[in-house]
Protein backbone atom coordinates (compact mmCIF):
# COMPACT_ATOMS: atom_id res chain seq x y z
CA UNK A 1 0.00 0.00 0.00
CA UNK A 2 1.30 3.22 -0.85
CA UNK A 3 -0.05 7.16 0.07
CA UNK A 4 0.41 10.15 -1.99
CA UNK A 5 0.10 13.70 -0.85
CA UNK A 6 0.62 16.27 -3.27
CA UNK A 7 1.29 19.97 -1.54
CA UNK A 8 1.93 23.29 -2.90
CA UNK A 9 -0.59 24.60 -5.63
CA UNK A 10 -1.90 28.02 -5.78
CA UNK A 11 -3.14 30.69 -6.90
CA UNK A 12 -0.51 32.60 -9.56
CA UNK A 13 -0.41 35.05 -12.41
CA UNK A 14 0.47 33.85 -15.60
CA UNK A 15 4.36 33.46 -16.18
CA UNK A 16 4.62 33.21 -12.46
CA UNK A 17 5.95 29.63 -10.92
CA UNK A 18 4.96 26.99 -8.38
CA UNK A 19 6.83 24.12 -6.68
CA UNK A 20 4.65 21.40 -6.66
CA UNK A 21 5.55 18.40 -3.89
CA UNK A 22 4.14 14.23 -4.16
CA UNK A 23 5.13 12.55 -0.76
CA UNK A 24 4.89 9.16 -0.54
CA UNK A 25 4.37 6.87 2.14
CA UNK A 26 4.44 3.17 2.04
CA UNK A 27 6.71 0.41 0.23
CA UNK A 28 8.69 2.42 -2.53
CA UNK A 29 11.20 0.76 -4.97
CA UNK A 30 13.80 2.58 -6.81
CA UNK A 31 11.98 1.23 -9.66
CA UNK A 32 8.81 2.95 -9.19
CA UNK A 33 7.89 5.61 -11.76
CA UNK A 34 5.76 8.65 -10.02
CA UNK A 35 4.04 10.61 -12.55
CA UNK A 36 2.23 13.70 -12.24
CA UNK A 37 -0.85 14.30 -13.78
CA UNK A 38 -3.07 16.91 -14.42
CA UNK A 39 -7.25 17.53 -15.46
CA UNK A 40 -8.63 20.96 -16.25
CA UNK A 41 -12.63 21.26 -15.73
CA UNK A 42 -14.32 19.53 -18.64
CA UNK A 43 -11.41 17.65 -19.36
CA UNK A 44 -9.86 14.02 -19.08
CA UNK A 45 -7.18 13.39 -17.08
CA UNK A 46 -3.67 13.92 -18.69
CA UNK A 47 -0.12 13.08 -18.54
CA UNK A 48 2.65 15.66 -17.50
CA UNK A 49 5.77 14.31 -16.37
CA UNK A 50 7.23 11.62 -14.90
CA UNK A 51 10.28 10.22 -13.07
CA UNK A 52 11.66 7.08 -11.48
CA UNK A 53 11.59 6.72 -7.79
CA UNK A 54 15.47 6.58 -7.96
CA UNK A 55 15.66 9.90 -9.76
CA UNK A 56 16.56 8.59 -13.28
CA UNK A 57 14.44 8.65 -16.60
CA UNK A 58 12.21 12.15 -16.60
CA UNK A 59 9.39 12.65 -19.11
CA UNK A 60 7.95 15.29 -20.36
CA UNK A 61 4.51 16.13 -22.15
CA UNK A 62 5.12 18.29 -24.89
CA UNK A 63 3.13 21.29 -23.55
CA UNK A 64 5.40 21.47 -20.81
CA UNK A 65 8.99 20.27 -21.96
CA UNK A 66 11.18 23.15 -21.06
CA UNK A 67 8.73 24.55 -18.48
CA UNK A 68 8.34 22.28 -16.05
CA UNK A 69 10.89 19.90 -14.22
CA UNK A 70 10.51 17.10 -12.68
CA UNK A 71 12.91 15.56 -9.42
CA UNK A 72 13.41 13.28 -6.77
CA UNK A 73 14.28 15.07 -3.88
CA UNK A 74 17.99 12.87 -2.34
CA UNK A 75 17.04 10.78 0.79
CA UNK A 76 13.48 11.93 1.04
CA UNK A 77 10.10 10.64 -0.12
CA UNK A 78 9.59 13.60 -2.15
CA UNK A 79 8.70 14.41 -5.80
CA UNK A 80 8.68 17.65 -6.91
CA UNK A 81 7.02 19.33 -10.37
CA UNK A 82 8.76 23.24 -10.58
CA UNK A 83 6.35 24.59 -13.20
CA UNK A 84 7.55 27.98 -14.78
CA UNK A 85 6.32 30.64 -17.13
CA UNK A 86 2.55 28.94 -16.37
CA UNK A 87 -0.15 30.22 -18.52
CA UNK A 88 -3.87 29.95 -17.79
CA UNK A 89 -4.07 26.57 -20.00
CA UNK A 90 -1.70 25.39 -17.16
CA UNK A 91 -5.01 25.35 -15.07
CA UNK A 92 -6.11 22.28 -13.60
CA UNK A 93 -6.16 19.73 -10.55
CA UNK A 94 -2.51 18.44 -10.58
CA UNK A 95 -2.78 14.50 -8.96
CA UNK A 96 0.57 12.71 -8.53
CA UNK A 97 0.31 8.29 -9.28
CA UNK A 98 2.33 5.64 -9.22
CA UNK A 99 0.91 1.81 -9.68
CA UNK A 100 -2.59 2.07 -9.00
CA UNK A 101 -2.14 4.62 -6.50
CA UNK A 102 -3.22 9.03 -6.68
CA UNK A 103 -3.08 11.06 -4.36
CA UNK A 104 -5.80 13.95 -4.39
CA UNK A 105 -4.75 16.33 -6.09
CA UNK A 106 -3.33 19.60 -5.71
CA UNK A 107 -5.11 23.14 -7.13
CA UNK A 108 -3.05 24.92 -9.63
CA UNK A 109 -4.94 28.40 -10.98
CA UNK A 110 -3.12 30.54 -13.43
CA UNK A 111 -4.79 34.13 -13.80
CA UNK A 112 -4.36 35.90 -16.92
Known amino acids: QVRLVESGGGLVQAGGSLRLSCTAS????????VGWFRQAPGKEREFVASITWSGGEAIYADSVTGRFTISKANGKNTVYLEVNRLTPEDTAVYYCNTATFWGQGTQVTVSS
Open 26 to 33: GRMFSSNV
